[in-house]
């Protein structure tokens, strides 16, 4: 999270936090103009996705992929409108793609289409390529 909100400070955008409360790790970094700091997960979720119009999504552990399938899974349902979804660092996300396209498809606990909610990205540039040109 410190890499986008330092993005976002140093471009003259207003940079905001949501923490979660954990016996280790969270704290504002340094980037952050205003934070707001949840006890739970699902209440976080919420509100990263309520003003989102898109999610970049780094490599990470088993929150991060909670995160981005929450998100994949309210838009393959019709929850929330579809927004792109970008995995950064291609690689993390082609190894998950491939355990996806050859475990979950297969078995028909998701759809070869619903690969495409999540797309990946090397650097910001193909990032934001894929922002400006996805069309809902």
Request: hydrophobic fraction near 45%; include cysteine.
């Amino acid at each position: 999270m410190e890499a986008a909100n330092r993005g976002a400070k140093e471009s003259g955008w207003i940079s905001l936090g949501c923490n979660i409360k954990l016996p280790f790790e969270q704290k504002p970094d340094p980037y952050i103009d205003q934070f707001i700091e949840f006890e739970h997960f699902s209440i976080r979720k919420v509100m990263l996705v309520k003003y989102s119009q898109a999610f970049a999504v780094m490599p990470g552990g088993f929150g991060t992929l909670d995160e981005a399938f929450e998100v994949a899974t309210l838009i393959q349902t019709g929850k929330l409108e579809e927004f792109p979804i970008i995995g950064m660092g291609g690689d993390f996300w082609g190894h998950l793609r491939k355990l996806l396209q050859e475990t979950m498809v297969p078995e028909g606990v998701i759809d070869v289409n619903d690969l495409d909610l999540i797309h990946r990205a090397n650097n910001v540039d193909e990032a934001l390529h894929i922002i400006k040109n996805i069309h809902y």
